[in-house]
């Protein structure tokens, strides 16, 4: 194994890296406990009949809203699995709330998800409810896609943020 260590190291703006610029996992342990919360949001866009279809509860496979809000949760608690130098998390709540997309995003036909993930701890949990949004949108796609595949992801994004060195954060 070939590692090309910088001949000059310079500190990097990138926590998950070294002087060396080797990837590390971010010591958290100094850092205060807070309450911490995370808002992450997107959207995916659809044919009106798929809305439909889910509006109705009519689906094949079933409560299509219902199955998405379960995966997104269960992939907030499973995110430092996912992502190699995230810290696992105590998360004390995690809540998914599903909208038609047109209520956000004038013009636009399907379904709007927000994740709020909270905890008390050293660290931050936006991984944590970009994940859950994410999980969420695509469980919608994969319940759907055999009656549409124009089904598009889009605008997951971190709106939210409170606790921690910043303390409250919206974008």
Do not use: W
């Amino acid at each position: 194994m070939t590692s090309k260590t910088p001949e000059t190291p310079s500190a990097s703006p990138l926590t998950h890296f070294d002087a060396q610029g080797q990837a590390h996992m971010v010591d958290v342990g100094a850092k205060a406990a807070t309450h911490r919360v995370a808002v992450a949001t997107g959207h995916i866009e659809m044919q009106p009949e798929t809305l439909a279809l889910i509006e109705s509860g009519t689906a094949k496979k079933g409560d299509v809203l219902g199955i998405a809000r379960i995966a997104g949760i269960m992939a907030a608690k499973k995110t430092s699995d996912l992502i190699p130098l995230c810290h696992p998390l105590a998360l004390t709540r995690v809540a998914i709330e599903f909208e038609a997309a047109s209520t956000h995003v004038p013009g636009t036909t399907g379904i709007f998800c927000s994740a709020t993930v909270e905890t008390v701890g050293p660290t931050g949990v936006e991984m944590e409810a970009l994940t859950a949004v994410q999980i969420a949108l695509l469980t919608i796609y994969d319940m759907c896609k055999a009656v549409d595949k124009s089904m598009i992801l889009k605008n997951v994004t971190v709106i939210k943020k409170l606790g921690g060195k910043s303390e409250s954060i919206t974008f």
